[in-house]
Nanobody
Framework: VQLVESGGGSVEAGGSLTLSCVGS????????MGWFRQSPGKGRVEVAT???????TYVDSVKGRFTVSRDNTRNSLYLQLNNLKPEDTAVYFC?????????????????WGQGTQVTVSS
């Protein structure tokens, strides 16, 4: 299983970015997919998750600004980041996990991408 993120970059506060993640090496869609981020000197934290049916979760700090979506036909995961703030600066990781779960948040995912850098300047 391979996950490859793209779409990171440098923007000013208030700007927008769209992150993409394309998966390969699997024959059926992961039940759970998610976006996580890691800021300098901090641990990796959950940002948004989405299950195979489209049910999503968001961390409170991004609600109303970020939108997670997925396209199961393309094995792809997306994160639309709007109204970005300097505190959103981090490496953003895509993750996937296959077994069905009651929720796609709050557990350790099995497969991870390498990450894409998002830098927001004030």
């Amino acid at each position: 299983v391979q996950l490859v993120e793209s779409g990171g970059g440098s923007v000013e506060a208030g700007g927008s970015l769209t992150l993409s993640c394309v998966g390969s090496g699997f024959t059926y869609s992961p039940y759970c997919m998610g976006w996580f981020r890691q800021s300098p000197g901090k641990g990796r934290v959950e940002v948004a998750t989405i299950n195979i049916s489209g049910r999503f979760t968001y961390v409170d700090s991004v609600k109303g600004r970020f939108t997670v979506s997925r396209d199961n036909t393309r094995n792809s995961l997306y994160l639309q980041l709007n109204n970005l703030k300097p505190e959103d600066t981090a490496v953003y990781f895509c993750a996937a996990d296959f077994p069905p779960r009651s929720t796609c948040g709050g557990f350790s995912y099995q497969y991870w991408g390498q990450g894409t850098q998002v830098t927001v300047s004030s």
